[in-house]
Nanobody, 124 residues
Framework: QVQLAESGGGLVQAGGSLRLSCAASGRVFSSSGMAWFRQAPGKEREFVAAISWSGGRTLYSASAQGRFSLSRDNAKNTVYLRMNSLKPEDTAVYYC?????????????????WGQGAQVTVSS
């Protein structure tokens, strides 16, 4: 069993930065592919970024590419999503997800464990 807890969300002006953290409990974390998804009001949940178990491979959505950076510290059971140059359209609830697989998946069906979400609001 893996439990995930997101932190670091908040309100930021357009062009600003935030770093989200996802702390995991459970022994499978270090072998798990991890990802962030987001859901804006009235929209479906969408993929943001994913990372392999070792951190050696990452995958980003087109909207995140070049602005967001995903990393992990397996010694601390934590993944970090650094978000720069934020835009109002990045406003959403951001969810951390853990997979029983080890790859950087972009399909939400590949993830068995989910956090409660962290609100990110970007003002114009």
């Amino acid at each position: 069993q893996v439990q995930l807890a997101e932190s670091g969300g908040g309100l930021v002006q357009a062009g600003g930065s935030l770093r989200l953290s996802c702390a995991a409990s459970g022994r499978v974390f270090s072998s798990s592919g991890m990802a962030w998804f987001r859901q804006a009001p009235g929209k479906e949940r969408e993929f943001v970024a994913a990372i392999s178990w070792s951190g050696g491979r990452t995958l980003y959505s087109a909207s995140a590419q070049g602005r967001f950076s995903l990393s992990r510290d397996n010694a601390k059971n934590t993944v970090y999503l650094r978000m720069n140059s934020l835009k109002p359209e990045d406003t959403a609830v951001y969810y951390c997800a853990a997979s029983l697989g080890s790859k950087p998946y972009s399909d939400s069906d590949q993830f068995e464990y989910w956090g409660q979400g962290a609100q990110v609001t970007v003002s114009s």
